[in-house]
T-cell receptor, first 113, second 114 residues
Framework: DVKVTQSSRYLVKRTGEKVFLECVQD?????MFWYRQDPGLGLRLIYF???????EKGDIPEGYSVSREKKERFSLILESASTNQTSMYLC????????????FGSGTRLTVV | AQSVSQHNHHVILSEAASLELGCNYS??????LFWYVQYPGQHLQLLLK????DPLVKGIKGFEAEFIKSKFSFNLRKPSVQWSDTAEYFC????????????WGLGTSLAVNP
């Protein structure tokens, strides 16, 4: 089974801190995605990547950046954390082609105080 | 713009009741359709998917969904729900070919009372 691992399950950070969320997948998937999940708002795409060093903005990229230096790892960076970035962050990966669904990690619940 | 609409935001059922969750999408071309489930405290997981062939697809745990192209719909069904089906359900769609980005519905929260 594909495994997507997010480095932290719960994280508490202070306003203004730079925050790194890490995601690693073990099935050589080309595509990786970062979402945030908030009650009533569903899943909102922050950034995605189709290949190493490639990235594209999703629907809500403001205040975030990403890094994909290796195929298996996709990092989400909050440049200066703010309280409105308190959320559940989900990482997902998928194989090549539209047929493949996504495999999700367990999520990181980030609280910014 | 492409979109996915899930009509029911919250559904409450008793055990053994039948379930149908609506999902409609707007997309002009070939589509791949997905239902995901998120049990309380767990990660999102694939319930079932449609990409071609028989429009009635069967997934895990007794769920099925029917793709009706003329109605742009992909409704999820289960004849008899159990308490363990309590979860949030998400419908998603992407275009065929090389389109890898999923468009998501807002989700439906299902509570099954024992």
């Amino acid at each position: 089974d594909v495994k997507v691992t997010q480095s932290s399950r719960y994280l508490v950070k202070r306003t203004g801190e730079k925050v790194f969320l890490e995601c690693v997948q073990d099935m050589d998937h080309e595509n990786m995605f970062w979402y945030r999940q908030d009650p009533g708002l569903g899943l909102r795409l922050i950034y995605f990547s189709y290949d190493v060093k490639m990235k594209e903005k999703g629907d809500i990229p403001e205040g975030y950046s990403v890094s994909r230096e290796k195929k298996e790892r996709f990092s989400l960076i909050l440049e200066s954390a703010s309280t409105n970035q308190t959320s559940m962050y989900l990482c997902a990966s998928s194989g090549q082609g539209a047929y493949y669904g996504y495999t999700f990690g367990s999520g990181t619940r980030l609280t910014v105080v | 713009a492409q979109s996915v609409s899930q009509h029911n935001h919250h559904v409450i059922l008793s055990e053994a009741a039948s379930l149908e969750l609506g999902c409609n999408y707007s997309y002009g071309g070939t589509v791949n359709l997905f239902w995901y489930v998120q049990y309380p405290g767990q990660h999102l997981q694939l319930l079932l998917k449609y990409f071609s062939g028989d429009p009635l697809v069967k997934g895990i745990k007794g769920f099925e969904a029917e793709f009706i192209k003329s109605k742009f719909s992909f409704n999820l069904r289960k004849p008899s729900v159990q308490w363990s089906d309590t979860a949030e359900y998400f419908c998603a769609v992407n275009g065929g070919g090389n389109n890898r980005k999923l468009i998501w519905g807002l989700g439906t929260s299902l509570a099954v009372n024992p």
